[in-house]
């Protein structure tokens, strides 16, 4: 085969998900979680992503877990740290309710059980800035078994995100792959699609297409799983 790897976004990819109606789901919920314990909902927000931004700048020294929670601590102070408990409490219990914000597309399933049965090694390859438990939790709101893919990319395993070349990069390294044996599966013109600039061939799902470059994507092949799965028969002959 010329593909030994699939990597794939999952959301808005394996998961259906209009970004925004997803974010400011989640993050109502959040803040209704940390209101009672003193956290402002729109300081909270702005920590929030400026943690996100220091993990997907993320080179490598920590990872992004760490990198989070350093600058948690460096907003709230050290004390802060101590709420560690209520965020893993709300990513138990009220992340749940965020999936109303999401789609579930019975043809994934379909897919990625062809996928696997065709011996491709299958990776997860979702922008690490959720813990494990958010991840998993939204792999199994798209119907799939976590325990299907060889890796799941998290803060906790993952020492930076997209589009940093770093991730990618990261994969490769964990997994003994070269850039040219694995096809990234994803629905974001820059964030999925700069994979290619290591080699990595990029096929792009358009349902919940994000390209807020503006970027020409018309020399990548897209289309949704049954056109994958043509692509790769196509490709593999």
Not at 32 to 44: F, I, M, N, Q, V
Not at 177 to 198: F, I, Q, T, Y
């Amino acid at each position: 085969m010329k593909y030994t790897a699939i990597l794939m976004d999952l959301d808005g990819t394996l998961l259906g998900m209009d970004e925004d109606l997803f974010t400011k789901a989640y993050f109502k919920r959040l803040c209704k979680k940390l209101a009672p314990h003193g956290y402002d909902p729109d300081r909270l927000i702005g920590v929030i992503w400026k943690g996100t931004k220091a993990m997907v700048e993320n080179h490598g020294e920590q990872t992004n877990e760490e990198v989070f929670w350093r600058v948690f601590a460096e907003e709230y102070g050290e004390e802060a740290l101590k709420d560690y408990p209520i965020f893993v409490d709300f990513y138990e219990n009220e992340f749940d309710e965020a999936r109303s914000a999401c789609e579930t597309m019975p043809e994934i399933k379909d897919m990625v059980d062809a996928l696997q049965a065709k011996g491709y090694r299958l990776i997860i390859a979702t922008n690490p800035i959720f813990p494990s438990i958010a991840t998993r939790k939204r792999i199994t709101w798209a119907r799939l078994d976590p325990d299907m893919f060889e890796l799941v990319t998290t803060y906790e395993n993952s020492t930076s995100g997209k589009p940093n070349l770093s991730y990618y990069q990261e994969i490769l390294g964990k997994l003994g792959l070269l850039p040219e044996e694995c096809l990234m599966v994803g629905n974001d013109a820059h964030e999925d699609g700069v994979a290619r600039s290591l080699g990595m061939d990029v096929f792009l799902f358009p349902r919940f297409l994000i390209n807020r470059k503006n970027e020409d994507i018309s020399s990548f092949p897209q289309g949704g799983p049954r056109e994958l799965l043509t692509y790769l028969e196509e490709t593999e002959c």
